[in-house]
């Protein structure tokens, strides 16, 4: 399964959100140069529970350094793909939290949510020498909070059956639920002070994503923020919408809803709509026209129902502007 988007536009424009992932690609590029080196660089900068255990070895790092690797470590990554799977969660899941918090708060809430992650696989991990790197128990965060500010949105999520793209709305609740339950059954299969993929920074930071939440709602957002919020407003709908038609009766056609923005409507827009027709599932895009109105219906030719005879009916798309 391959989460692709939810389905609850952002007000505004993700600023912080799209920073740190700007961030992290920005040191996975820098990391790349160090060649032969890497795996100092990553002893160096990534979180190492032994290095705050065991004297003989905290005797070599300086207290700054100590300190900076409770927050560095979460901007490192192991490879490409581990990087591009983390940065993938984080532009699913934080533009709605960021929304919720604003820029200020969102940023440290992130940042809380690392620090947490990673305090919690230092303690459960105390004398082992693997350096644990990488933004998933910030993200873990990030997604408890969703679970809790969203637990009605919807994750649309790719299943690749053979070569056909069947997209499924599965509810936030379940996704993020099961998900964390795979959690803890990894963390409990695995060694306890082995290396691998650190099962509790993930477990800790999504419960302490919710505890956060709960924080960070009652500092009041600043001046800044809703100067900022002015600036970065959205301006449009998703470019994929997932379109269940309805039809009944002998009428050969179907019927569904599009939503746009009024900017969309002002200026038209191309929109890929997805359209489940059992286990087929068509993909296909729609246009837009410009100063188009709420109400308008966009027919789709050969859309509908099959008819006796082999006639199909058409697709009607009602255009719903959201203001």
């Known amino acids: 399964m391959l989460p692709i988007r939810d389905t609850i536009s952002s007000k505004n424009y993700p600023v912080v959100n799209t920073l740190i992932i700007a961030v992290n690609v920005a040191v996975y590029l820098m990391q790349k140069t160090y060649g032969a080196d890497i795996d100092r660089f990553i002893y160096i900068y990534g979180l190492v529970p032994a290095r705050y255990s065991l004297p003989q070895i905290a005797a070599y790092f300086t207290v700054g350094q100590q300190f900076f690797s409770l927050i560095s470590f979460m901007f490192l990554h192991g490879g490409f793909w581990h990087l591009l799977g983390n940065m993938w ?6 533009d709605n939290v960021e929304d919720r918090l604003g820029p200020l708060r969102y940023l440290l809430f992130y940042l809380l949510c690392g620090l947490a992650s990673g305090l919690s696989h230092l303690i459960l991990n105390l004398h082992s020498k693997v350096p644990t790197i990488g933004a998933s128990g910030a993200i873990a965060g990030v997604m408890g909070a969703y679970f809790i500010l969203y ?4 994750i649309l999520t790719l299943i690749p059956i053979i070569i056909i793209p069947w997209f499924v709305e599965i509810p936030a609740f379940f996704f993020l639920g099961l998900w964390f339950m795979m959690q803890f059954i990894n963390a409990a299969g695995s060694h306890l002070h082995g290396g691998g ?4 920074a993930h477990i800790g930071g999504f419960v302490f994503g919710i505890v956060f939440l709960y924080l960070m709602e009652k500092i009041p957002n600043s001046g800044a923020t809703h100067k900022v919020q002015k600036v970065t407003a959205r301006h449009g709908t998703h470019r994929l919408q997932v379109i269940r038609p309805t039809g009944g009766g002998e009428s050969p056609h179907l019927r569904g809803t599009l939503n746009i923005s009024a900017q969309e409507a002002l200026k038209g827009t191309r929109k890929l709509v997805n359209i489940p027709w059992g286990f087929q599932k068509r993909l ?27 006639r199909r009916g058409d697709l009607l798309l009602k255009v719903t502007i959201q203001h």
């Open 197 to 200: 993929i650190a099962w509790w």
């Open 89 to 94: 969660s984080l532009y699913i899941f934080g």
């Open 284 to 310: 296909f895009n729609v246009v837009v026209p410009s100063g188009i109105r709420t109400g308008s219906i966009l027919r789709l030719k050969g859309m509908g129902k099959q008819m006796p005879g082999g």
């Open 151 to 154: 637990p009605r949105s919807k």
